[in-house]
């Protein structure tokens, strides 16, 4: 027989389809995607109060009708077979909420880590076809020359053997910076400002690709070309991790304090940056080979197109950028993180305090264990 509970959170009220294999179990609130253990009332327990209209009506609101409550449809939560909305009121935002169960339920946190390694393996094998173009380009730059640049010719012999130890050291940083992300874990009693950050990378992702191919076909700035797939791909992958804090090492916990929400909303910043890097720098290497082959042919072919002289040169400065990235996210994230692990050790102090003071006067006495 179907029981109604309430989420300890924010008492929405929900409606278990199946009592027995629900208890006990993990669910999923819809109203404020906090997580909370099923408790089944006992036999001729009073129902749930319900909850007042948020939009100000005279009916109740109990939440979406039929729709699953925490975990995949067909679980032991369900809605509330057959029912109709009635005077029922949809609260407001309720759109973005399932754009946000959506993407939770798509997207976990390990799919996220396979896709940062993903970006990282296309970073590195990318990496080995622009050393031989960055090689190439100077070498055909150097014999197109009339007398012939030999020293362009050397440059590029030269600076293709030392991509390859900047090569080396980039992957191994890299590696460094996926351990990153798993370090300092933190507590927050609310994932609601991540979720609203998720939704702002959201729109920022579809916004700002659009801006930037608009200016460069408007103003003929082709390398916001470069600037628009960046965007688009990097700030999707924020919105993912964003929505996925547990990617980050960021656990909601019911005895979060206000000073925990703060350190986690600073880590979160700090993390979300390292966890954009293999994104980043996959993307750059792409770009940047695409724009040193697009100038390589140019100066072979002897061209002078405005929009190719554009797109080669923002490749050629994008995979500049990607040869020094990991490294200055690497540096960006020990400062980074450093300072979250000493935040960390400052708010312990009281609690340790407290500790050793109940040693120290294990009865509330006015002097030390003798």
Sequence with gaps: MPVDINCPHCAQTMRIADPVAADGKLARCPACSETFTVQIPAA??????AIP???GGGGTWRGPVGGPVGGPVGGPLGGVPGASRGDQATPPGVMWKLVIEQIRSAVDAQQLKNMGRAMANVGTYGMIGGIVLFTLYWIVAGFKMDPIQWTWVFTGLG??????AVQFINQRLLTAIEGQINSAETRVSTTAVFDALGILFLLLSIALPITSFYMAFAYKAYYFIFVGIACMVVFGYLTLVSMNPEFLNIHPNKNATAADDALAVY??????????LPFLYGIFVVLGCAGLFI???QIAMEGRAIWVSAVHAGGLATFHLALILPLMGYITGIFGLLSVFMTQAVLVVPDKLSELIKIWRPSGGGGPLT
């Design 159 to 164: 600076g293709g053997a030392a991509l390859t």
């Design 44 to 49: 001729g327990s009073p129902d749930p109060p």
């Design 295 to 297: 100038g390589m042919l």
């Design 53 to 55: 209209d948020p939009l």
């Design 267 to 276: 880590a979160f910043g700090v993390k979300v940056f390292i966890a954009a």
